[in-house]
């Protein structure tokens, strides 16, 4: 027990350290409070952590929203603005506003080279700030050099903490003074390439958090594809307005640019002149060497017509200023443009010299003297050109264009390298022209022609052998016109032809009703037709002989064609040709007109005709003895070649003697009959 | 007003009259007492709260506001040091107030109605600060402008040359740091 006791007691020491640890154990209330008193601790720094978590999300999310709410607003910005300085002109304001940047300017870079000016600027507190502005908004940078400049270069954003320090900034001084501090810029990319720069400056250093960062870079894609439907747009409406091959302009934009240059002239309506060129010998090299090389020719054409231009007119030929920069130009101007396939226009604006087209035209055309080499050859081509004025009849530039070409076509008439200036002359005259050939298409199609007949007489015994036909044209407003005032346009519109096939269907015709009265005669009586080069040497003229004579009916040796020497000028070979095939059909065929033209007697010899006629002009002049030995000489030569001769134009009864002394069988003229119309003629027989 | 307010209250009546300065002073204002700096709580409960404890410390609404701005500036200055940091001045960082410390306050507490102070250099190079608020807490201001001198080592003289709390239709308070 006491052992027991003993151990059960402490020592005093140990009993007083016992008692005093007993002490400060605090009794359960206090360490209750001390516990709730550190929980509390705790709750409150779990709710501060708590507190400063949502708090560091909070601004986060505000940051973030604010910077989606300006992209949002630059974004719909962009999808309804058509320009890349329009959309920028918004967003410089928009991120100035939004970041409390103070200044935000804009730069467009061509090329990858340099950073150049647009004018597009914000300043969003000018205080102190403009010596800055304006060192800022009109500088440029090459690649490298400076803010800008770096940025072209890297194709990557840049930030400057602070411009003191920045060995690169080369806006330093100016902006130390105007208290600049921080700035950044950022690339707008467009097809792979930097082709604008936007810049930011602040009073205050420039944070570049990643949000800023990515919403700059986002927006720089917004700009990018602004940037990128304006110069698809550009492209198209270029390639809208410029001949692809040798990209000049072509008529759309020529058009444009000259109806808009003609509604700026001045009051006398003087100043405008419009050169159309249309090469010659163009399409033959084009034939022979192949388009490729027609191609090549073309844009070679093209480079010296525009040098040419050049150095007449002293300054672009194809004018690549705004139209604004223009009307303050006020000098002269040449657009050249091609408007079809081997034709060029070239539209002379603000002429002070009214000689400078001609001037420009002997240019051009002497620059086109020199050949052209394609490939291995040497090819030479020329032009002809044709040149209007404006001047106060015209109403519109059309009617300029129209001149010019009319006056071009003249050009081309009268032959390779030619220059014709349209005149009030030239316009009447060839309207008549076209006025005459819009109404020989219509008699054509309507049969407004008809033929008379003039017997042709055997002069020994004034018996009628045959007729010539004779076109007339019964014009429904101004009666019968001889063949002298409307077979010249035909033969130049090559309507001549339809024409002549015509005449020749009523020849026969008028053959086979011919073929009553003449039963009983020993030699068959015969219709002359004349036959103009053009309707001759068409390649289908024999066969259509053939079908005209099976279709009638009539004996081919009635009809008689009557040709120039024209044929033979034109293509000798053909027309022996020709000539053969109608004497293995039985046609005969008479050399019309002879002693007037060439009268080569080559051609009397190798051409086998069967006769030929003496021109009225020597019948005319029998009574002077030249003309009387001409004569002579042509049936000396006629009765050599076993030839048939008639004369022409017989109106006295001493031609008609005379040439019936000198042995000429046949005659014809208004002594001997007029040309009346069938019935009268056909009376004329027994 | 905004739980940042009466969280920096119970901070400074903890600092400075122990850890059940708070507790004792919610009790006796009567208010809930539970405060989160992200929460909005009535204004009523501040008043009650400073006027509570201005009671308990025997000075007046006025005192106890100044003496809370004031007290509160250091534990602002540990909270958000950034925006103490971008001045060298008391000046400077009191002309911040509208351009960027109420900007990020607005974007930590969504709906927190920050009063606008108008700011302007009288010749003698006093700052005239105008303050127009319906909580007429002009002597708040006065603390956090006297707590922001404090924090930049220096000393400043107020003045207010009218006072809404004196029926005037806004305060202008003269502040002066001498050189």
């Known amino acids: 027990m006491h052992a027991a006791c003993a151990a059960a007691v402490p020592d005093c020491r140990t009993v007083a350290g016992m008692k005093s640890a007993r002490i400060d154990l605090p009794d359960p209330l206090d360490a209750r409070i001390g516990q709730l ?139 130390i003074a105007c208290r600049v501090v921080g700035g950044c810029a950022f690339p707008i990319m467009a097809g792979g390439e930097v082709v604008g720069i936007y810049e930011f400056f602040s009073r205050r250093s420039i944070s570049a958090n990643a949000c800023v960062i990515e919403t700059m870079a986002q927006i720089a894609i917004q700009l990018g594809r602004v940037a990128e439907r304006e110069y698809t747009r550009e492209a198209l409406l270029r390639d809208a307005l410029h001949d692809p091959l040798t990209t000049l302009p072509n008529r759309v934009l020529l058009h444009e640019r000259a109806s808009s240059a003609f509604s700026r ?187 008379h007949y003039q017997a042709i007489l055997d002069l020994g015994t004034s018996t009628v052998l045959g007729f010539e036909a004779l076109v007339r044209w019964n014009h429904p407003r101004h009666g019968l016109i001889a063949p002298n005032d409307f077979i010249p346009t035909a033969e130049e519109t090559g309507l001549i032809v339809f024409i002549g096939d015509w005449v020749l269907r009523e020849a026969c015709k008028a053959i086979g009703r011919l073929q009553t009265k003449g039963r009983d005669r020993n030699t068959p009586l015969f219709i002359a037709v004349n036959i103009a080069p053009q309707q001759f040497l068409q390649p289908d003229f024999v066969p259509y002989l053939r079908a005209m004579i099976m279709e009638t009916g009539i004996p081919a040796e009635c009809l008689k064609l009557e040709v ?120 004329l027989l027994p | 007003m905004k739980g940042i307010i009466f969280n920096l209250l119970e901070d400074v009546m903890n600092h400075a009259h122990g850890h059940h300065a708070w507790p004792d002073l919610v009790d006796s204002a009567g208010v809930s007492g539970a405060y989160t700096s992200l929460g909005s709580y009535p204004d009523e409960h501040l008043l009650a709260l400073t006027d509570t404890a201005a009671a308990v410390l025997g000075l007046s609404s006025a005192d106890m506001l100044r003496w809370f701005g004031r007290s509160a500036m250091p534990l602002l200055a540990t909270r958000f040091p950034q925006f103490f940091a971008a001045h060298r001045h008391a000046r400077s960082f009191v002309c911040s107030v509208n351009a960027i410390i109420h900007p990020e306050v607005r974007k930590l507490y969504a709906g927190a109605g920050c009063p606008h102070f108008h700011f302007t250099d009288r010749d003698d190079g006093a700052l005239i600060i105008a303050y127009q608020s319906p909580r007429r807490l002009c002597p708040l201001v006065e603390g956090f402008v006297a707590g922001a001198s404090d924090h930049y080592g220096e000393t400043v003289a107020m003045e207010h040359l009218t006072c809404m709390l004196h029926a005037q239709p806004l305060c202008r308070i003269a502040a002066r740091w001498p050189a």
């Open chain 1, 564 to 683: 120039t020497e024209g044929v033979a000028v034109l293509d000798a070979e053909r027309t022996r040709r020709v000539l053969e095939q109608c004497r293995d059909i039985g046609i005969r065929v008479g050399l019309d007109d002879f002693g007037t033209g060439y009268s080569s007697l080559s051609y009397l010899h190798s051409l086998p005709f069967d006769t030929i006629k003496i021109d009225r002009a020597f019948v005319a002049a029998l009574d002077q003895s030249k003309s009387r030995k001409i004569v002579r000489t042509i049936l000396d030569l006629a009765g050599d070649l076993d030839l048939t001769v008639v004369a022409e134009g017989i109106e006295t009864a001493e031609q008609q003697a005379a040439l019936t002394a000198m042995g000429c069988e046949m005659g014809q003229g208004f002594l001997l009959s007029m040309p009346l119309d069938e019935a009268a003629a056909f009376k």
């Open chain 1, 37 to 175: 008193q550190r929980q509390l601790a705790r709750e409150r720094k779990a709710r501060q952590a708590a507190e400063a978590i949502a708090e560091s999300g909070l601004r986060d999310l505000y940051e973030s929203n604010r910077l989606l709410a300006l992209l949002q607003r630059i974004t719909d910005c962009a999808n309804a603005t058509d320009t890349l300085i329009d959309a920028l002109d918004f967003t410089l304001g928009e991120i100035c506003a939004e970041m409390g940047w103070d200044f935000g300017n804009a730069y467009l870079v061509h090329s990858n080279l340099e950073a150049i000016p647009c004018d597009c600027w914000h300043v969003a507190n000018p205080d102190h700030l403009m010596p800055f502005v304006e060192a800022s908004h009109t500088a440029s940078f090459p690649s490298g050099m400076g803010l800008p400049g770096q940025v072209v270069a890297d194709r990557r954003a840049h930030w400057i903490d602070d411009v003191r320090t920045d060995a690169n900034f080369l806006r330093r001084d100016v902006a």
């Open chain 1, 265 to 451: 002239l001045r009051p006398d309506q003087r100043g405008l002149a419009v050169m159309v060129i249309d090469l010659d010998g163009f399409k033959a090299v084009n034939d022979k060497f192949g388009h490729d090389a027609g191609d090549c020719l073309l844009v070679a054409t093209a480079a010296r017509l525009r040098d040419a231009i050049d150095e007449c007119v002293g300054g672009e030929s194809v004018c690549r200023m705004r139209d604004a920069d223009h009307q303050r130009a006020n000098k002269t101007r040449a657009t050249l443009a091609r408007t079809g396939g081997d034709e060029f226009v070239v539209l002379l604006e603000n002429i002070a010299d009214e000689d400078l087209p001609v001037t420009i035209a002997a240019s051009l055309l002497a620059e086109l003297t020199l050949p052209f080499s394609i490939g291995r050859d040497e090819v030479a081509i020329g032009a002809s050109i044709g040149i209007a004025q404006s001047n106060p009849t015209y109403r519109d530039y059309d009617e300029v264009q129209r001149d010019a070409d009319l006056a071009m076509y003249e050009a081309k008439a009268a032959g390779r390298g030619k220059t014709v200036t349209f005149t009030e002359a030239l316009g009447t005259e060839v309207r008549q022209r076209m006025s005459l050939e819009r109404d020989l298409r219509e008699a054509i199609t309507e049969q407004q022609f008809v033929l």
